[in-house]
């Protein structure tokens, strides 16, 4: 008859025996767990969000300082402010470093230039006026640490009279002239453009913005024709299409560095839309987008109230 000891001695060894197998194998088993929670849960980065300057400041005579846009930013919980050209107080070097460093105090990033310009004239010395414009202007965000500008294609000038433009885009072209000879202008001084775009480091982001672009087909093969150059870029917005605006939407996202938002908070200035957010930001999310989306609160309601209430309707819809 075994004894007490001998009995506890084998308990022991069969113990130690489970525990040493379940030792070698666990590593194994925790790295096929987490390998599985991996893949089951890839991470996702947060769209994030700027505003833009002309949010509070649609062309008035006194204009918005952009240094309390800013501020706004700041204390709203923005990303980054994109500064409008035309809001700019001056072109020296000592204003651009203060908003450079405004920015950067505030911890937000200058994601993007907006200018104004068009390659659609007929007259070559306006179009290389134009060129001349955007060369400067690739300077102006160096200066200031933008890396993408926004360029527009332009327009006829011949239909934003006409009461249904911004409902139906349509423009004619001067007499003597086709709509393929602006898209061939647009490609000409976009190219010339990305010559030096490229240099700089600097995105030139073509806009879905009225005009020639308000149809998308020619939009498309304006980038399609330039995208091979690092520097070519498209910003979409989200508020100047003809007609139903998402399936136009999803179709040009896929190409999109940044996106701008409209709101209309108050009734547009130039025309009402009830875009429906969420729809845009599962298309946008989708399609792989990872961008900024910048606010362009284009309403007649303060921006003090409208601006905040964008926000919150764009994080909802983009990281909801």
Known sequence: MENSTSLSRRSWLKNAAVIGASAVAAPGLIAKADAKASKAAPYTPPIR??????????FEKVKYPIEKVIENASKLGFDGVEI????????EVPYMNKLKRLAFDAGLALPMLSIHQSFVQPDIERRKRDIAHTKRC???AVQMGIPCIRMNTGSWGTGRSAPDYYKTGKETPLPGYTDEDAIKWCIDGLGECLVDAE?????LAIENHWGLSSNIDYLERIYTALKDSPAMGLNLDTGNYVGDPYPQF?????YANIIQAKTYY???HYYDLDLDYPRIGKIAR???FKGYVSLEMEGKENPDIAVPKSLEVLRNAFNG
Do not use: C, N, P
Request: hydrophobic residues 35%; proline residues 0%.
């Open 250 to 254: 999803e179709r040009l996202v896929g």
């Open 138 to 140: 690739i300077g102006l």
């Open 286 to 288: 989708d399609k792989g």
């Open 84 to 91: 409008l050209h035309r809001q700019m107080e001056s072109e």
């Open 49 to 58: 969000f700027a505003v833009s300057t002309y949010s509070y400041w649609h």
């Open 266 to 268: 108050g009734g547009g």
């Open 199 to 203: 240099k700089a480091g600097v995105i």
